[in-house]
T-cell receptor, first 112, second 115 residues
Framework: DAKTTQPPSMDCAEGRAANLPCNHS???????VYWYRQIHSQGPQYIIH???NNETNEMASLIITEDRKSSTLILPHATLRDTAVYYC?????????????FGKGTRLSVIA | NAGVMQNPRHLVRRRGQEARLRCSPM?????VYWYRQLPEEGLKFMVY????????ESGMPKERFSAEFPKEGPSILRIQQVVRGDSAAYFC?????????????FGQGTRLTVV
């Protein structure tokens, strides 16, 4: 699986959009971008994943650049409960039996 | 549809005792993954199991740790002769197919404290 680079921490004002970047310059053509988050002391939570088209669900939007070397997770209206560590992971969806590998992620602090 | 259930949520063991952590995957999920998170550190993969089979145990310590996922019942992570360094949060995840095919869902973890 390709490696990812994320800023170690970010702040965001409550009610504003939180934009979390991820670089994955070595991503392969068949690798997807996955995002998970871990709110303090809880189990990781799946957020969204995508290949090359932008994706949106009830939690967030995922914007992937045309060359697929980077992506941005967008939380449109951040709340205090969105304070968490956010992990960007790239992997092949049909790679069979390999586990998710978590890096250090970005610690997002939403500030009132 | 209940999520991934882990129990107990908190477990205290004295040094030298055994710890047994249970994980019931989501309904319809036959793949289970165990992760360990030491205080102030990231999630580290330990072992991946399907029903009755260990698929990948590359993250498991060589001694004292074992895992199983029987045909019936929950997956069990067993730690024998616990030491203080085993104190951590242990998370279980499940998926419908191998992680390549779909997202994984995590339980709330078991926090093991060795005194």
């Amino acid at each position: 699986d390709a490696k990812t680079t994320q800023p170690p921490s970010m702040d965001c004002a409550e009610g504003r959009a939180a934009n979390l970047p991820c670089n994955h310059s070595t991503i392969s053509g068949n690798e997807y971008v996955y995002w998970y988050r871990q709110i303090h002391s809880q189990g990781p939570q799946y957020i969204i994943h995508g290949l090359k088209n932008n994706e949106t669900n009830e939690m967030a939007s995922l914007i992937i650049t045309e060359d697929r070397k980077s992506s941005t997770l967008i939380l449109p209206h951040a709340t205090l409960r969105d304070t968490a560590v956010y992990y960007c992971i790239v992997r092949v969806p049909f790679s069979g039996n390999t586990p998710l590998v978590f890096g250090k992620g970005t610690r997002l602090s939403v500030i009132a | 549809n209940a999520g991934v259930m882990q129990n107990p949520r908190h477990l205290v063991r004295r040094r030298g005792q055994e710890a047994r952590l249970r994980c019931s995957p989501m309904k319809g999920h036959s793949h289970v993954y165990w992760y360990r998170q030491l205080p102030e550190e990231g999630l580290k993969f330990m072992v991946y199991l399907q029903k009755e089979n260990i698929i990948d145990e590359s993250g498991m310590p060589k001694e004292r740790f074992s895992a199983e996922f029987p045909k019936e019942g929950p997956s069990i992570l067993r730690i024998q002769q616990v030491v203080r360094g085993d104190s951590a949060a242990y998370f279980c995840a499940s998926s419908r197919g191998g992680l390549g095919n779909t997202e994984a869902f995590f339980g709330q973890g078991t926090r093991l404290t060795v005194v």
